[in-house]
């Protein structure tokens, strides 16, 4: 649930995301009915867990000078859109400084929702994957083969699933019809993802999204959903 807002009167700018095919809802080749809520799905910047490819979950490492850059960046393509209506971020600090870049330029209201946290990696914690599986060979193994497997002190990839399908309800729900801005973290994101395509837990070792990319997906109000974009770095050339 969210848990505290702050910010400004919404305000607009003009345009999309455009060369995305951000257009009208594809309602007539899906059968989907109502209007949709549409996440964009903003991840965080670099950290200097993740520019050195460190699991980084509960920890909170703030944005390196690169990160606070590509969190500008975002921020500036996301100025171009009209329709944007709130932020929706998880509590963590890289998270938090990205949005802030975001509310800056948009002055849009933000809420920080737990649900939207990225996976406790437990004692893996600021690892690379080299190190964690030569602490842990065969829990390691099993954990990136059973998602019903939890991280050392940590969490399974089956219980973020569950609270992010919790925050997606709870999202659509408090949204309905609106276009929300989620900045999150990148089992998070690729989780909403997944519930978009609904997809399979293998999904989450197949799919890439960059620092600061963009994603887009849209759930509709007879259960219906529709993915139109998947990590967009086109602001951060």
Not at 5 to 23: E, I, N, P
Not at 167 to 180: I, M
Not at 211 to 236: I, K, M
Request: proline letters at 6%.
């Amino acid at each position: 649930m969210a848990r505290q807002t702050k910010g400004a009167d919404v305000v607009t700018g003009a345009g999309s995301l455009r060369g995305t095919g951000q257009t009208a809802p594809p309602a007539a080749w899906s059968g989907a009915k109502g209007a949709p809520t549409r996440l964009i799905l903003l991840r965080h910047g670099q950290t200097e867990y993740s520019g050195q490819r460190r699991y980084s979950g509960r920890g909170e490492p703030p944005l390196t000078d690169i990160g606070q850059a590509q969190a500008k960046a975002a921020a500036s393509r996301l100025s171009t859109m009209a329709d944007i209506t709130s932020v929706a971020c998880s509590p963590l600090r890289r998270a938090r400084q990205t949005a802030d870049a975001v509310v800056e330029q948009l002055g849009l209201p933000v809420a920080y929702w737990d649900t939207l946290t990225e996976t406790d990696f437990g004692a893996w914690e600021g690892l690379t994957f080299a190190e964690a599986s030569a602490r842990d060979p065969e829990l390691h193994r099993a954990w990136l083969s059973d998602p019903s497997v939890p991280a050392p002190d940590g969490e399974s990839f089956e219980a973020v699933h569950a609270r992010v399908s919790q925050a997606r309800d709870e999202l659509v729900a408090a949204y309905q019809g609106c276009t929300v801005l989620v900045v999150s973290h990148v089992t998070p994101i690729k989780t909403l993802l997944r519930l978009g395509l609904d997809a399979g837990p293998a999904i989450l070792f197949r799919l890439h999204l960059d620092l600061a990319s963009l994603s887009v997906v849209e759930f509709y109000p007879d259960g219906n959903a529709s993915v139109r974009l998947v990590n967009d770095t086109a602001h951060l050339a």
